[in-house]
């Protein structure tokens, strides 16, 4: 990858495997937006960022320091991954190899921590179109305005100052009750969600599921997008429709990346099943 100044915004050439469309917007995170002219605006770790593609496949980020992208963005679209050898790898199965193929370029964001806990208890029983809405709610309401019409991501100390009624105002609906208790003990420090992330991965999960309100299929979302164990493999109806596929287990292939396989296998089930 190289890395050029461009008056203001910042070019990235030679970024192998990225599609924008396949990765911000396959559910794993919940706050970009396609805009008319093709690009994509989004929040993160507290930074607003526009990124397009232009038809030389360099990315564009609108707008964005250095520092900025050293200190938040390189780690965000996990740009020191070789995606490229990771897919070569799954490509030694034929349905990952099938899948890759069609949706190449899909990334796992390395998400805040806390931001991708309460968004994947949000996302239970839910849509993906009603999760947005409910977290644009959310941080219109609570986060700080980094740019017209752009909010931070409401911390744990904002959201436990409030009422689950509050929560409930926003359409969060009987999930309310867990954002409100989960805010409430990492405020207090009764989850240390950094210790968690240091975890090894079933260590890391266990301490999850005891979080009033989070269940396997939550704990193991936010493992892969908000914790960076790319090897967690979440499964919901979609997936378990793909493992009839696996009778007798993953490929070996997918080992160690078996997050990252999960993501292409759940693209093609969403798509084609």
Not at 54 to 73: P, R
């Amino acid at each position: 990858m190289i890395i050029e100044t461009r008056n203001s915004d910042l070019v990235l050439r030679d970024v192998k495997c990225l599609s924008l469309p396949l990765t911000l917007d396959c559910g794993e995170a919940f706050r970009w937006e396609e805009q008319e002219d093709g690009s994509w605006s989004g929040v993160a770790f507290s930074k607003f960022l526009n990124i397009r593609e232009d038809a030389d496949g360099n990315f564009i980020l609108k707008n964005t320091s250095t520092e900025d992208f050293e200190a938040v963005w390189r780690n965000y679209f996990d740009l020191d991954r070789d995606y490229a050898a990771i897919c070569e790898e799954l490509k030694k199965d034929s349905l990952v190899a099938q899948t890759i193929d069609e949706y190449y370029g899909i990334r796992i964001l390395n998400q805040d921590p806390w931001e991708a806990l309460v968004s994947f208890v949000i996302s239970q029983q839910n849509n993906i179109k009603r999760i947005k809405g409910i977290i644009k709610r959310l941080c219109e309401a609570y986060g700080e305005e980094l740019a017209e019409g752009a909010y931070s991501f409401p911390s744990a100390e904002r959201l436990s100052a409030l009422e689950v009624a509050d929560l409930e105002a926003i359409g969060a609906g009987y999930r309310a009750k867990y954002i409100k208790r989960l805010a409430d003990n990492v405020a207090a420090g009764n989850i240390n969600l950094a210790e968690i992330k240091a975890m090894p991965l079933e260590n890391a999960k266990a301490a999850l599921l005891d979080i009033y309100g989070v269940g396997i299929k939550v704990a193991n979302c936010a493992l892969l997008f908000g914790f960076q164990f790319v090897e967690c493999f979440p499964v919901d109806v979609w997936m378990k429709r793909v493992l009839e596929y696996y009778p007798d287990g993953l490929p070996e292939c997918f080992k160690g990346y078996e997050g990252i396989a999960q993501q292409y296998l759940f693209h093609w089930a969403r798509n084609n099943l």
